[in-house]
């Protein structure tokens, strides 16, 4: 319950930080992903990265999930044509650090929060996210892909965090 209330304040400052000016010259730079399932699943949805600051806001509406807890990761390479994701290749990592919870400091920049399903198997997050960018560099995530699976992270098992079957993948493109 404390998880979805901290979601809920950080979308609520996000949106009003961009009222109040927090996003600079006006108009935010933003980017999606349209997610599509891999074989023999049905998850599908849209994830959108807004730039606010030196964080992104990322934004996600994801359905056709079991209820619970799903691993959620941007991967290296934008890349989502083999049946099961695995063009995508592995976590974005380009500090060379461990797989690890984004709440701590020692984890892959594409290591987010996991995605939570409800009953229906849906799941809706907004969450800050700090050590990439939209911007081109090596932090850019332009071109990489978002992964969605199967399983829950647990945050710990090298270098995936044990989240299972990739069940959908997305490719990150500019708005």
């Given at each position: 319950m404390q998880k979805f209330i901290l979601v809920?304040?950080?979308?609520s400052a996000g949106l009003l930080s961009a009222c109040a000016g927090g996003i600079t010259g006006g108009k935010a730079e933003s980017a999606t992903a349209q997610l599509a399932a891999t074989q023999g699943n049905r998850v599908s949805g849209v994830v959108t990265f807004t730039q606010s600051g030196d964080k992104l806001l990322v934004l996600a509406e994801i359905s056709g999930l079991t209820p619970g807890l799903h691993g959620f990761h941007i991967h290296e390479k934008g890349d989502c044509s083999a049946p099961?994701?695995?063009?995508?290749?592995?976590?974005?990592n380009p500090s060379g650090k461990m797989h690890g919870s984004p709440e701590y400091d020692n984890h892959h920049a594409g290591d987010m929060l996991q995605l939570v399903a409800d009953a229906n198997g849906n799941a809706r997050q907004g969450v800050y996210i700090e050590g990439v960018t939209l911007s081109?560099?090596?932090?850019?995530?332009?071109g990489r892909s978002v992964i969605v699976?199967?399983?829950?992270d647990d945050?710990?098992?090298?270098?995936?965090g044990n989240s299972g079957a990739r069940q959908a993948c997305g490719v990150i493109v500019r708005k």
């Amino acid at each position: 319950m404390q998880k979805f209330i901290l979601v809920g304040a950080l979308v609520s400052a996000g949106l009003l930080s961009a009222c109040a000016g927090g996003i600079t010259g006006g108009k935010a730079e933003s980017a999606t992903a349209q997610l599509a399932a891999t074989q023999g699943n049905r998850v599908s949805g849209v994830v959108t990265f807004t730039q606010s600051g030196d964080k992104l806001l990322v934004l996600a509406e994801i359905s056709g999930l079991t209820p619970g807890l799903h691993g959620f990761h941007i991967h290296e390479k934008g890349d989502c044509s083999a049946p099961d994701g695995t063009s995508a290749g592995g976590h974005f990592n380009p500090s060379g650090k461990m797989h690890g919870s984004p709440e701590y400091d020692n984890h892959h920049a594409g290591d987010m929060l996991q995605l939570v399903a409800d009953a229906n198997g849906n799941a809706r997050q907004g969450v800050y996210i700090e050590g990439v960018t939209l911007s081109d560099g090596a932090n850019g995530i332009i071109g990489r892909s978002v992964i969605v699976h199967a399983a829950p992270d647990d945050f710990k098992t090298q270098p995936t965090g044990n989240s299972g079957a990739r069940q959908a993948c997305g490719v990150i493109v500019r708005k």
